[in-house]
């Protein structure tokens, strides 16, 4: 696993130890990045299933100004931690133990907007659908945010959420990506 492309391009980044995560292949990432970028001029996401942190990564090394990074898991927390410091992200990135509601409940009251959000979240927990209409409600994807979801290929989201429409959606195997953006015109 390593960082695709950008200020990084090529460093190694750690896997989380043990089988509690999947990582986004390379292939994967960069397909990803190829959709909904590939670079960007600056902005925030939201890594919230994290894991080794690597797509909030990517997007830095890609030029987004600022990630939060999200996992209830201490292994995953841990991973982050030593991936961000390999790439100098340290002044980039916040870094929370904590499971996805309670995380979004917190940004949520910090009034934050996100340019992209990423949604990686355990294939057999899947709660995707609740979470996009979580964050559609809260209106907490800026105008032309778009949020990314990987998920197994036997889950399919609906075209619309409210606001928020899917505007792509490739499959890798068994890894589906699942690309949302706001859409203004309701």
């Known amino acids: 696993m390593r960082v695709v492309s950008g200020t990084c391009k090529g460093k190694a980044l750690k ?33 919230l299933f994290a894991g ?9 090394s890609r030029g987004l100004d600022r990630v939060i ?26 870094i929370y133990r904590n499971d996805a509601n309670r995380a979004l409940k917190a940004v949520i009251k910090r009034e934050l907007k996100f340019d992209i959000i990423f949604l990686d979240p355990p294939y057999k927990k899947q ?12 209106e907490v994807l800026t105008e032309n945010g778009v ?18 429409e899917r505007t792509k959606r490739e499959q890798y195997g068994i890894i589906n990506i699942t690309i949302f953006q706001n859409d203004l015109v309701e």
């Open 52 to 60: 080794s942190g690597g797509l909030g990564i990517e997007a830095l």
């Open 127 to 138: 709660q995707l659908l609740d979470i996009l209409t979580e964050l559609e409600q809260k």
């Open 69 to 94: 990074f999200v996992d209830r898991d201490g292994k995953a927390i841990q991973t982050i931690k030593e991936n961000i410091s390999v790439c100098n992200f340290g002044e980039y990135a916040e």
């Open 147 to 164: 949020i990314v979801c990987e998920h197994g290929h036997d889950v399919e989201l609906p075209a619309r959420i409210g606001r928020l």
């Open 15 to 47: 896997a989380v130890p043990g089988n509690s995560t999947r990582p986004t292949t390379d292939k994967v990432k960069e397909a990803i990045f190829n959709m909904i970028g590939p670079y960007f001029s600056g902005g925030l996401g939201l890594d």
